[in-house]
């Protein structure tokens, strides 16, 4: 496994050894040993999996009360994951990196806990699965508008082929700007 720091030093890239032939592939996704050394001690007690179509946009979600790391992975389709520092002491605050994740060469995004996490579906469909640090704790969960023009992300929806307007939640949909919103 290759881990390759972004822009902001603690979110990784992670790109699994990938061996394939006639039959099919074999790829190790986790090994918490070498996770530890490259992002830290930090271990994993739930597993998420969820199903999107193209265009749906989950996001931007954190945690004030047990905050989650996530390992992020696409098993189905593509997508745009981006990371969100929402750090209070962090100098990094208010920055983002982004990666694009496909089942095709199954690289993960570690995002740590206290950043903001969100992705688009490019793909017909995507599946995407994380292991995450702690427990979802649904008091505590909060979220940042997707199109905050202070953060000013960029989405890359007409690069990727799909140029439509996101599919939110309701709860995405009434998410605060990033000035108004709790420190991760």
């Not at 070498?34 to 969820?50: I, K, L, R, T, W």
């Not at 208010?94 to 993960?108: E, N, Y």
């Not at 688009?120 to 905050?148: F, I, M, N």
């Not at 890359?156 to 709860?171: A, D, I, T, Y």
């Amino acid at each position: 496994m290759r881990y390759e720091s972004l822009a902001i030093p603690e979110v990784k890239l992670l790109t699994p050894r990938r061996f394939e032939d006639e039959r099919g592939f074999f790829m190790e996704t986790f090994r918490q040993q070498a996770f530890e050394e490259q992002c830290g001690p930090y271990s994993f007690v739930q597993d998420n999996h969820s199903r999107s179509m193209q265009g749906v946009l989950r996001g931007l979600h954190y945690q004030v009360i047990q905050p989650q790391g996530k390992l992020v992975r696409a098993v189905v389709g593509e997508i745009l994951d981006v990371a969100v520092d929402l750090r209070e002491r962090s100098p990094t605050r208010g920055q983002w990196v982004s990666a694009r994740l496909d089942a095709a060469t199954g690289q993960q995004l570690w995002v740590p806990p206290g950043f903001g996490h969100g992705f688009l579906v490019l793909s017909e469909v995507a599946e995407v699965v994380y292991k995450a640090t702690d427990y979802y704790a649904p008091e505590g969960e909060r979220a940042v508008r997707w199109d905050d023009p202070e953060l000013a992300i960029d989405w890359q929806r007409g690069r990727w082929g799909w140029k439509g307007e996101p599919e939110l939640s309701p709860k995405d949909l009434a998410a605060p700007w990033f000035k108004d919103a709790q420190p991760g």
